[in-house]
C-alpha cells in the first residue's frame, strides 16, 4: 500500500482541479490496497462519495460551521456579526436544537441545494459585502445533554467546508472538545480558526496563555498530515462586541472555490495516512515493506520449515515413482 504525504510547506488552499482530481483518485486505490488486506473501508468510499457530491454543487460560498460546546456564545457571535437576532441564544441550557444558517442575499438560491443536502431548512440572509462568500451555520452543542444535538453535528461535520470552534475561558480544555473532536478533526481540516469568546473576562497574560497553550495543543494534530498552524482569535461577543480578528479572518480574500477544493483534497489526504496507518505503513515517507528484509527472510524461512514439517515426503516420492512407472 502507498503513502500519500503531504508535501511540507504546501498551502492548502492552493490545490488545483487537477491536484483535487489526483487526491480522489489516490482515495479509492488507498481503498482498494486497504480491502485487500482486510481493512474496513466503508466510511472512506462514503467520504469519497461525498467529496465527488460536494464539488458538483452551484455557488461561489463556503460553508462555515460554528461548532462548540453549551454557553460558549455560538449563537451570540453570530447574532453580534450579524447585528441582529439570527439565532436565539443562551448560557443556561442547550438553545440551538436545530442547525441555523446565515448566508449571503445574492448566494441564497445557488445554496439551496447545498443546504438541502446538509439537512439545514432554518437559513437567514444577509447583506453584507465584508466578510467574504461564506455561509455561517450555527450547529447545535456538540456537548449537549440532547443526544440528538451531538448527532446533528456529528452528520454535518464531514460535509462542511471550514470550521470554527468555539470554546471560552472555561471550556477550552474540555475532553469533550479535544478528544471527540479536535484530535479527529483538526487534522482533516484544511480552513478553520478556534475562537476563544468572552476574551473580555481575561487579563493580557491570561489571554496569551490561553492561545498558547490550545496552538500547542493542536499543533501534533495538524503536524500528523503536514498542516499548517491553527489560527486561535479571542472574541467577544457581549456586552461590547469584539470581533475585529474574526471579520479580518473571515475576510481575509480566500476564494470560496479554493476553500472547497482545499477541504476535499484535505479529507483525501487523512483518510490515505489513516489507512496508511492502519496498514503499517509510514503516511509521512516513502512506501515501505510491513518487515525490514532480515525479519522477511526469516518469516519466509519459517514458513518454508513449517510446511515442509507438514507434508510426507516420502509418501509423495512413493506417488511420483509410480506415476512414472504406469506411463506407456
Known amino acids: 500500500m502507498t503513502a500519500v504525504a503531504t508535501p511540507p510547506g504546501r498551502d492548502p488552499l492552493s490545490a488545483t482541479p487537477d491536484a483535487l482530481d489526483r ?40 460553508v462555515l460551521a460554528f461548532v462548540g460546546g453549551t454557553g460558549v456564545g455560538k449563537s451570540s457571535l453570530l447574532n453580534a456579526l450579524a447585528g441582529e437576532t439570527v439565532s436565539p441564544a443562551s448560557v443556561r441550557r442547550p438553545t440551538t436544537s436545530v442547525p441555523v444558517a446565515w448566508v449571503p442575499a445574492v448566494e441564497r438560491t445557488a445554496l439551496g441545494p447545498l443546504l438541502g443536502w446538509l439537512g439545514v431548512d432554518e437559513v437567514r440572509e444577509h447583506g453584507a459585502t465584508d466578510l467574504g462568500p461564506v455561509a455561517i451555520l450555527d450547529l447545535p452543542d456538540m456537548d449537549s445533554v440532547a443526544s440528538e444535538h451531538r448527532a446533528r453535528v456529528e452528520a454535518i461535520l464531514p460535509r462542511v467546508d471550514a470550521v470554527a470552534w468555539v470554546t471560552d475561558p472555561e471550556k477550552y480544555h474540555d475532553a469533550s472538545l479535544h478528544d471527540d473532536f479536535l484530535r479527529a478533526w483538526v487534522g482533516r481540516l484544511a480552513r478553520q480558526v478556534v ?44 456586552p461590547t462586541p469584539d470581533l475585529a480578528a474574526l471579520r479580518t479572518w473571515l475576510a481575509d480574500g480566500v476564494a470560496a472555490k479554493a476553500v472547497v477544493r482545499a477541504q476535499v483534497a484535505a479529507t483525501a489526504v487523512a483518510l490515505v495516512h489513516r489507512l496508511s496507518r492502519e496498514a503499517g505503513v509510514d503516511p509521512r515517507g516513502p512506501s515501505t515493506p510491513f518487515l525490514d528484509p532480515r525479519a522477511r527472510a526469516a518469516a519466509i524461512d519459517g514458513a518454508t520449515d513449517a510446511v515442509l514439517r507438514a507434508v510426507d515426503l516420502p509418501g509423495l516420492e512413493r506417488q511420483g515413482a509410480r506415476g512414472r512407472g504406469s506411463r506407456p
Open 195 to 238: 475562537i476563544v469568546n468572552k476574551a473580555d473576562r481575561l487579563g493580557p497574560d491570561d489571554g496569551r496563555r490561553i492561545r498558547r497553550d490550545l496552538e500547542a495543543d493542536l499543533a501534533p494534530a495538524r503536524s500528523a498530515v503536514g498542516g499548517s498552524s491553527v489560527d486561535v482569535l479571542l472574541t467577544s461577543a457581549a
Open 23 to 62: 487526491c480522489l483518485v489516490a482515495l479509492l486505490e488507498a481503498a482498494d490496497a486497504a480491502q485487500a488486506l482486510g481493512i474496513e473501508t466503508g466510511a472512506v468510499r462514503a467520504a469519497h462519495a461525498d467529496a465527488v457530491r460536494r464539488m458538483g454543487f452551484p455557488g461561489d460560498a463556503y
